[in-house]
T-cell receptor, first 112, second 106 residues
């Protein structure tokens, strides 16, 4: 029944590793997003896809690569993890651009 | 980009009290949304309110787009209202304020 689901909820890994976070929405929405929330709770958009097309790509290192196999899924792959990547990553979706956004529960990424 | 300022940064309330949170933004926006992040970290969309007034139970919000501000009212606060309230505005992307941390004491 979960509208926007992210896996895993927690990810603990070592510097230099590669990891992926998956996101799926069952709301029938066209637009999906990735956000990063830092330790001070500041939320910043990273990417947005509309119908599988990348429409927002903020200043994010190329180690971060989003992939949208279909409009219900948006995954985030991170290469060569660094200490500064430790944060909570949120996936969100909306019916279309400039519409109300619904968030997943977040993935807490900790880099050792 | 658009600047979003929220005030106050922190608010401590006694259960049953009313309060007002403010969000100022620096430019014209396409939409404005209020979110509540509960103590478990979940982000809940409270209002989508580019202009006008909306009510949802004990919460209501007003946005005056021409004057570039929005207000969130919490009435008869309950301990479950604790958490961080974020205002977010969009020109082409959603930009979040730093949030107001609300603590409601029993």
């Amino acid at each position: 029944d979960t509208a926007v689901s992210q896996t895993p909820k927690y990810l603990v890994t070592q510097m230099g590793n590669d990891k992926s976070i998956k996101c799926e929405q069952n709301l029938g929405h066209d637009t999906m997003y990735w956000y990063k929330q830092d330790s001070k709770k500041f939320l910043k958009i990273m990417f947005s896809y509309n119908n599988k097309e990348l429409i927002i790509n903020e200043t994010v290192p190329n180690r971060f690569s989003p992939k949208s196999p279909d409009k219900a899924h948006l995954n985030l792959h991170i290469n060569s993890l660094e200490l500064g990547d430790s944060a909570v990553y949120f996936c969100a979706s909306s019916p279309g651009r400039e519409q109300p956004q619904h968030f997943g529960d977040g993935t807490r990424l900790s880099i050792l | 980009g658009i600047q979003v300022e929220q005030s106050p940064p922190d608010l401590i309330l006694q259960e049953g009290a009313n309060s007002t949170l403010r969000c100022n933004f620096s430019d014209s926006v396409n939409n404005l949304q209020w979110f509540h992040q509960n103590p478990w970290g979940q982000l809940i969309n409270l209002f989508y309110i580019p202009s006008g007034t909306k009510q949802n139970g004990r919460l209501s919000a007003t946005t005056v787009a021409t004057e570039r501000y929005s207000l969130l009212y919490i009435s008869s606060s309950q301990t479950t209202d604790s958490g961080v309230y974020f205002c977010a505005v969009s020109d082409y992307k959603l930009s979040f304020g730093a949030g107001t941390t609300v603590t409601v004491r029993a």
